[in-house]
């Protein structure tokens, strides 16, 4: 699971394929054997908040599920999907 600042596409630098969440991006992996989250990778160092040009936050998941049942056999199933929001302003005092 990834956290990032969305450009203009909604996407983290201009990166349709999301292959590398490098900068302003944050990034959660999966431990299976702990059924946990592992401890996240990445920084966004400024998200901007304030004034009239607001940051855009996106997540994007990516889940993949090994499905065993006699009809489809023994198979994968990759999930992915991403929605995009814009950060909410904070008040002025705090600006």
């Given at each position: 699971?990834?956290?990032?600042?969305?450009?203009?596409?909604?996407?983290?630098?201009?990166?349709?394929?999301?292959?590398?969440c490098a900068?302003?991006?944050?990034?959660?992996?999966?431990?299976?054997?702990?059924?946990?989250?592992?401890?996240?990778?990445?920084s966004?160092?400024?998200?901007?908040?304030?004034?009239?040009?607001?940051?855009?936050?996106?997540?994007?998941?990516?889940a993949?599920?090994?499905l065993?049942?006699?009809?489809?056999?023994?198979?994968?199933?990759?999930?992915?999907q991403r929605?995009?929001?814009?950060?909410?302003p904070?008040?002025n005092?705090?600006?």
């Amino acid at each position: 699971m990834w956290m990032y600042k969305a450009d203009n596409n909604g996407l983290p630098n201009g990166d349709a394929t999301f292959t590398t969440c490098a900068s302003n991006c944050i990034k959660w992996t999966w431990n299976t054997t702990n059924a946990a989250w592992n401890s996240p990778s990445g920084s966004w160092s400024n998200p901007n908040g304030c004034g009239q040009t607001l940051d855009y936050v996106g997540i994007y998941v990516k889940a993949t599920h090994r499905l065993n049942n006699t009809f489809f056999g023994s198979t994968t199933l990759t999930i992915k999907q991403r929605t995009t929001m814009r950060i909410e302003p904070v008040s002025n005092v705090l600006c």
